[in-house]
């Protein structure tokens, strides 16, 4: 039976792109029924770069909220923070038996995260994604959807699922499919429409984080940064204005059009109509999550029961997956 897995670090607050990009996404695939759904914080991936304890903590629990406040029911789909899922990193130290240091060396993210001092960079953040192999394999997922920038990654999964079969003679581990869909796959920054939004990039008015407030919002998205000629009449005009196509992105994906259709209603607007309209609608959107999330928190016992209840759920899961691994390799048991 298809089997969706997918997590998000709990390295900051949650932005605008997280949600769009990956966990309105996970609700709605939850909803869509047909397949079993387990969602992650990912403590363990956050941790490949300094985290303070306290604000990890809270990080953790506070995603767990905006997951719950977004849609996502722990009694429909198993929500699980990786820690408390051993298999996850045991699992993860086989992979990182299977997974080669070139392939590693060739990921992208490790080389915009590590930046030019990649001898200082832990060897945790070079080995994430074989860890992250192990989140999805552990659970012989075969969907997972994540934003464009994640893609990569999930191609080195299939990589290394591969080689793992290939090696120890066995069809054990699944070739995974990424689920990249909408019109938000990747929600740019508000300051620079080449860069990702990020959770970690250092100017806040860089995201739309999803605790700010109507005021903070309708502030960002006014002080967007867009060039000075009103939106064109199609999307093809977009073409080469990656600010302006950032917009119209967020503004059909939170209305649930495609950007083509969002063009038909907002092409030939100035930005001085068309970014008010913006904020109001985003914050319509976002307000009522934001405040569900504020509820939550205020319960962080009733967030750990939640979370010590899906590790249980997602153990019977995982762990005859890892015995069967272990007896692949040669363990003795
Ligand atoms: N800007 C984005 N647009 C669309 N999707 C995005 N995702 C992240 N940013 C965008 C998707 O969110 C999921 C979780 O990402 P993550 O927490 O594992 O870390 P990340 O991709 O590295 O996200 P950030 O916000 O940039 O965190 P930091 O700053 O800590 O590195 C993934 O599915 C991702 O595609």
């Not at 989140?135 to 012989?140: E, G, P, Q, S």
């Not at 699944?174 to 019109?183: D, F, L, N, Q, S």
Request: charged letters at 25%.
């Amino acid at each position: 039976a298809p089997r969706v897995f997918s997590g998000i670090q709990p390295s900051g607050g949650l932005t605008l792109g997280n949600y769009l990009g990956a966990i309105r996404r996970f609700a709605e695939m939850q909803d869509r029924g047909g397949h079993q759904t387990i969602y992650c914080m990912v403590d363990l991936h956050a941790i490949t770069v300094w985290q303070d304890p306290a604000a990890l903590r809270r990080n953790t629990r506070e995603l767990a909220a905006g997951f719950i406040a977004s849609g996502i029911d722990p009694e429909k789909s198993i929500l699980i923070n990786q820690s408390q899922v051993p298999e996850h990193a045991q699992l993860g130290w086989v992979l990182n038996c299977v997974a080669r240091m070139g392939w590693m060396k060739r990921m992208t993210q490790f080389k915009d995260k590590a930046g030019k001092h990649a001898e200082n960079a832990s060897l945790g953040l070079f080995g994430y994604p074989a860890l992250m192999a192990a989140d999805i394999l552990i659970y012989h997922a075969t969907h997972v959807p994540v934003g464009e920038d994640q893609k990569q990654h999930l191609e080195l999964t299939r990589d290394i699922a591969a080689k793992f079969n290939h090696d120890y003679g066995v069809d054990f581990f699944p070739m995974t499919e990424p689920v990249i869909e909408g019109a938000a796959t990747r929600v740019m920054s508000l300051r620079d429409g080449t860069k990702k939004m990020s959770k970690s990039d250092p100017s806040d008015a860089s995201r739309i984080n999803m605790t700010d407030d109507a005021d903070a919002i309708a502030k960002k998205i006014r002080k967007a940064k867009t060039d000075p000629e009103p939106l064109p009449e199609t999307l093809e005009g977009l073409e080469g204005r990656p600010e302006a196509r950032n917009l119209v992105n967020i503004y059909a994906a939170l209305s649930d059009l495609t950007a083509e259709q969002a063009m038909a209603h907002v092409g030939g607007q100035q930005f001085g109509q068309f970014k008010p309209m913006l904020a109001d609608l985003a914050v319509e959107k976002l307000s009522p999550i934001s405040s569900e999330m504020a509820r939550l928190m205020q319960d962080t016992a009733e967030i750990d029961r939640i979370l010590a209840r899906g590790a249980e759920r997602a153990r019977e899961i995982a762990a005859p997956i890892l015995a069967r691994t272990y007896e692949i390799v040669g363990m003795v048991r």
